[in-house]
């Protein structure tokens, strides 16, 4: 079994991921001290509790992963469906440059918080609905607007819609999807989409 584990550490590309459940049906506390020993030889490294990556090196020293990389591989592995909502949903889409401290995710799977480091991973349980949208941007982007608030805004903020659906129009799914929308950030994605027509037209 040990040799199990340490064939597919070795086989795997750099970067990847591990939870001690990914290699069922080997026992996992068996796998998670197997990870342990392999990241006292330096192989791996632990970047929380019960995650390991086998890192890319720079010549600043190991390359960990992303706490969205880190979320999509507990959601995959609990086959949940994954948003990230709040300030995360901000900076993905580019409203803001500021990484927060702690990263607040939507998922179907298990509620949870996990410290990486200084910053904080929490996964919070949502309602099947949260997740019903046929797009990918577009439920991100309406959960980044909610999070900004109506009163909030302002030029930069309409010129970053502008770039976001410009560049991931989803033109078969975006009106059914911003139905779910409140009323103000329909008004928002409708009068940019026209907006981006328009454009278009005129090149």
Excluded at 122 to 130: C, E, N, R, Y
Excluded at 135 to 141: F, R, S, V
Aim: with cysteine; net charge positive; charged share 25%.
């Amino acid at each position: 079994m040990k040799q199990t584990i340490i064939s597919k550490v070795n086989r795997s590309k750099k970067g990847t991921i591990f939870l001690p459940d990914s290699f069922l049906p080997i026992d996992t506390h068996y796998a998670s001290n197997i990870l342990s020993e392999l990241c006292n030889e330096g192989k791996l490294v632990r970047v929380a509790t019960g995650i390991y990556v086998k890192p890319k090196e720079s010549r600043f020293g190991p390359v960990i992963p992303t706490i969205g990389e880190i979320a999509q591989t507990i959601a995959k592995r609990d086959d949940a469906q994954l948003l990230p909502t709040g300030a995360t949903a901000e900076n993905y889409l580019g409203f803001s440059t500021q990484v927060p401290m702690n990263s607040v995710y939507l998922t179907s799977g298990t509620p949870r918080k996990i410290k990486i480091g200084k910053r904080t991973l929490t996964l919070k349980h949502s309602v099947p609905s949260t997740f019903a949208y046929k797009g990918k941007i577009m439920p991100i982007l309406v959960l980044a607007l909610k999070s900004i608030k109506q009163y909030n805004v302002d030029d930069n903020t309409l010129d970053v819609v502008y770039g976001v659906l410009k560049e991931s129009p989803e033109e078969e799914t975006w009106q059914e999807d911003i139905a779910r929308a409140p009323r103000w950030i329909r008004k928002i994605i409708i009068e940019t989409k026209d907006k981006i027509k328009r454009n278009e037209q005129m090149d």
